[in-house]
């Protein structure tokens, strides 16, 4: 199947521990992205990358880091996790167009619990 | 700067039409529109990209007002599977981040 996948589906940890989240995408898009979507369901841009460019939304604190081994691979880095950042947290990829003229193809979605 | 929408919640009854409208205070260069059922991943309904454009997808379409900075998604003869969370999602210029408004809660009933 074609699509953007994410992994795990729901990740429950302490305070304090570091975690990562996957994510994959077969569509042969160039751009990847991820999306915090908090409890009031506002969608909130965390990055943006293509293998040229990585773009942060300065309101990210820098304990959240993407990496991309490849193109089709981008993942989140969380350091010392806090109770607010539990969060929903979508992967989704697009092909690059000026102005975002291509419509995102999410992932499902990684529900992430902070106790 | 995020884009606001209006109305926040609305009710409908099957048949029923519905407006859901996004404005910004910044100039567009595309507005997009997504619809996220519970527990679910947002999905990709359509994208506008000229200003005064008008799209439609099945019984939704969707028109984009360049000067005014408004786009506005139209849904008529509601049908039970519009329920859902509709985002629309602006981008500035050139830049490649999708910045969503806050989402307006449809729900459709028998």
């Known amino acids: 199947d074609t699509a953007v996948s994410q992994t795990p589906k729901y990740l429950v940890t302490q305070m304090g521990n570091d975690k990562s989240i996957k994510c994959e995408q077969n569509l042969g898009h160039d751009t990847m992205y991820w999306y915090k979507q908090d409890s009031k369901k506002f969608l909130k841009i965390m990055f943006s990358?293509?293998?040229?460019?990585?773009?942060i939304n300065e309101t990210v604190p820098n304990r959240f880091s993407p990496k991309s081994p490849d193109k089709a691979h981008l993942n989140l880095h969380i350091n010392s996790l806090e109770l607010g950042d539990s969060a929903v947290y979508f992967c989704?990829?697009?092909?690059?167009?000026?102005?975002?003229?291509?419509?995102?193809?999410f992932g499902s979605g990684t529900r992430l619990t902070v106790v | 700067q995020q884009p606001v929408q209006s109305p926040q919640a609305v009710i409908l009854r099957e048949g029923e039409d519905a407006v859901i409208n996004c404005s910004s205070s910044?100039?567009?260069?595309?507005v997009h529109w997504y619809r996220q059922k519970h527990g679910e991943a947002p999905v990709f309904l359509m994208i506008l990209l000229k200003g005064g454009e008008q799209k439609g997808h099945e019984k939704i379409s969707a028109s984009f007002n360049e000067k005014k900075q408004q786009s506005s998604l139209y849904l008529t003869a509601s049908q039970l599977s519009y329920s859902g969370t509709y985002f629309c999602g602006t981008a500035k210029g050139g830049g490649n981040m999708l910045t969503f408004g806050g989402g307006t809660r449809l729900m459709v009933k028998p």
């Open positions: 910044k100039a567009l260069y595309s």
């Open positions: 990358y293509n293998n040229k460019e990585l773009i």
């Open positions: 989704a990829s697009s092909h690059l167009g000026q102005g975002n003229s291509y419509g995102y193809t």
